[in-house]
């Protein structure tokens, strides 16, 4: 599974959000090796605490963004919550290096405030036959079937 994201000039900041669906937490949650993992790999260079990712550390150890919030009785914002926001980091990333992060992670793209496009492509890996059925249409094949 890859692809590319483009935030253009303008662009506000995303919603805080995890890639994965509810299949994929809930066997994640029961399975150690039903994983998947998000490579971005910035096609410019992005300065720390600029416009790139922001990721939550750690927060793929919580329940899900909704469960979490909820059993927390807040108002289901990340955004409102001051220890949490203290927690972000939004890494340097220059081209051809890469940021490995777990599918399960809280994370959002910043706003692009600048006058210049941000191009960042992405491969999605997977442990245990993980695979994500809601953002990609069918399963990657490794190899392929011979016709007789």
Same mark, same amino acid.
């Given at each position: 599974?890859?692809?590319?994201?483009?935030?253009?000039?303008?662009?506000?900041?995303?919603?805080?959000?995890?890639?994965? *669906?509810?299949?994929?937490? +809930?066997?994640?949650?029961?399975?150690?090796?039903?994983?998947?993992?998000?490579? !971005?790999?910035?096609?410019?260079?992005?300065?720390?605490?600029?416009?790139?990712?922001?990721?939550?550390?750690?927060?793929?150890?919580?329940?899900?963004?909704?469960? !979490?919030?909820?059993?927390?009785?807040?108002?289901?914002?990340?955004?409102?919550?001051?220890?949490?926001?203290?927690?972000?980091? +939004?890494?340097?990333?220059?081209?051809?290096?890469?940021?490995?992060?777990? #599918?399960?992670?809280?994370?959002?793209?910043?706003?692009?405030?600048?006058?210049?496009?941000?191009?960042?492509? #992405?491969?999605?890996? *997977?442990?245990?036959?993980? !695979?994500?059925?809601?953002?990609?249409?069918? +399963?990657?094949?490794?190899? +392929?079937?011979?016709?007789?």
């Amino acid at each position: 599974m890859a692809g590319a994201v483009v935030s253009l000039p303008g662009a506000e900041a995303q919603n805080f959000h995890a890639d994965g *669906s509810p299949l994929h937490f +809930a066997l994640a949650s029961k399975l150690s090796r039903h994983r998947l993992f998000q490579v !971005f790999f910035p096609l410019q260079d992005i300065a720390e605490d600029a416009d790139g990712t922001q990721l939550w550390p750690c927060s793929h150890l919580a329940k899900r963004e909704r469960e !979490f919030w909820e059993a927390r009785g807040e108002s289901g914002r990340v955004e409102d919550d001051p220890e949490a926001m203290e927690a972000m980091r +939004a890494p340097a990333c220059s081209v051809g290096d890469v940021l490995v992060f777990d #599918y399960r992670m809280l994370h959002r793209g910043l706003p692009n405030g600048g006058p210049r496009e941000r191009p960042v492509g #992405y491969i999605v890996l *997977s442990t245990g036959f993980a !695979f994500d059925r809601q953002n990609f249409e069918e +399963a990657p094949r490794l190899w +392929a079937k011979r016709s007789a």
